[in-house]
């Protein structure tokens, strides 16, 4: 039987994690004022299989292993924090190299932007961390199939609805336009905030 008290539970908690400003965030909004909508849109499904799949080694009981072997735990954080930095370091560094046009055409292929937002998912340990808090909290001792599958519908439509609607809003030409006029501040500190990030990820 769906177990609705535990999917609303995932939900509220869930929702409000999402649309706190992240590495997720900064990579949706940038890809969507440098480039076009199909590329975001593409981004954010990677990012949305990321999600699924920490949400399922989470009801799982995966983070058990990071409990037993914290090394492993250790291990992805800091090559999550290095992937983070290189992300940002690279946009620094290139910023406002690609001109003035929009990249509409000649830009990152669909698959290419789905690899990223994988990558950008993946590479950040604290979805690890924050979906072990969600379902820790939320999913009874033992999870039946609806129920099981309920939550990452919920997941699934959340972040989904969340990470479009940021694509679509610097999307649109007048987002576009003011980003294209302040890119290389803007790609500088897009790229800052996602060093910091990095950064904070391996002192902590």
Not at 78 to 106: M, N, P, Q, T
Request: aromatic share 10%; proline share 4%; glycine share 8%.
């Amino acid at each position: 039987m769906l177990d609705i008290h535990a999917i609303a539970v995932v939900f509220s908690v869930y929702i409000v994690g999402v649309v706190i400003p992240g590495p997720n965030f900064v990579a949706v909004a940038h890809k969507a004022a440098s480039t076009n909508t199909a590329d975001a849109l593409a981004l954010v499904a990677g990012i949305v299989v990321v999600n699924l799949f920490w949400a399922t080694c989470s009801i799982l009981g995966v983070g058990i292993v990071f409990a037993t072997f914290p090394w492993i735990a250790l291990a992805v954080r800091i090559a999550g924090a290095a992937y983070l930095i290189w992300f940002g370091g690279r946009l620094i560094v290139k910023a406002g190299s690609a001109g003035a046009a929009r990249l509409d055409e000649g830009g990152p292929t669909i698959w290419q932007s789905f690899r990223a937002g994988v990558a950008t998912n993946i590479a950040n340990p604290k979805s690890m961390a924050f979906f072990a808090a969600v379902f820790a909290a939320a999913a009874p001792a033992h999870v039946n199939p609806p129920t099981f599958l309920g939550m990452l519908a919920t997941v699934a439509v959340v972040s989904s609805t969340w990470y479009a609607m940021v694509a679509v809003l610097f999307a649109t030409p007048r987002v576009a336009a003011r980003y294209r006029h302040w890119k290389k501040g803007i790609d500088r500190v897009c790229g800052s905030v996602i060093v910091a990030l990095g950064v904070r990820q391996l002192v902590r």
